[in-house]
């Protein structure tokens, strides 16, 4: 069976910058494979491309400039916000509340966003919200272990059901 949309594509990959020589950032290996609803639009459309058509037993590598990855850096996802917003009970947790911590936070719509201090002023947090790999060239490498069909309530939701996927 082929990936294509609405399989399941259970696979290997190792993630490095710029090129297969790279600095390894992740690794899945058969212990932990990634398992994932193909075409859901739960990856970058860029790596789904390259996997297209592959087959269990198939290896691949492949390049992604940044552009087509996480984007570039964008100095409008730095941004100035007032240190009340992190305190509780009026007080900060200066643990959590640190230069180079990463925080979870959510915009007006309530989607979580990941951010990182930049820096703490005497009344603002500087913390910068572009993807920790935005602006950096990948490098794929894997193998495709399986390839299934999704069921139709895995379709519906979007996500992968039971081993290796969501549970509800």
């Known amino acids: 069976m082929k990936v294509s949309k609405d399989k399941v594509v259970t696979l290997t990959y190792?993630?490095?910058?710029n090129d297969g020589n790279g600095e390894l950032v992740q690794e899945v290996t058969?212990?932990?494979p990634f398992v994932h609803l193909f075409g859901a639009g739960n990856l970058l459309p860029a790596f789904e491309n390259n996997l297209d058509g592959l087959e269990p037993g198939d290896d691949f590598g492949f390049f992604?400039?940044?552009?087509?990855?996480y984007g570039n850096q964008s100095d409008e996802a730095?941004?100035?916000?007032?240190?009340?917003?992190?305190?509780a009970e009026g007080k900060i947790d200066e643990e959590m509340v640190a230069v180079g911590k990463m925080l979870v936070m959510q915009d007006q719509n309530g989607?979580?966003?990941?951010?990182?201090?930049l820096a703490i002023k005497d009344k603002t947090v500087i913390m910068d919200f572009n993807?920790?790999?935005?602006?950096?060239n990948l490098y794929f490498s894997g193998n495709i272990i399986d390839v299934r069909d999704a069921s139709k309530e895995e379709q519906e939701h979007g996500h992968v059901h039971?081993?290796?996927g969501h549970h509800h």
């Open 64 to 69: 992604l400039p940044s552009d087509e990855a």
């Open 162 to 164: 039971g081993a290796g």
């Open 131 to 136: 993807h920790p790999l935005a602006g950096e």
């Open 78 to 87: 730095i941004i100035e916000l007032e240190k009340s917003i992190f305190e």
């Open 14 to 17: 190792s993630l490095r910058l």
């Open 111 to 117: 989607n979580p966003l990941e951010g990182v201090i």
């Open 30 to 32: 058969n212990k932990r």
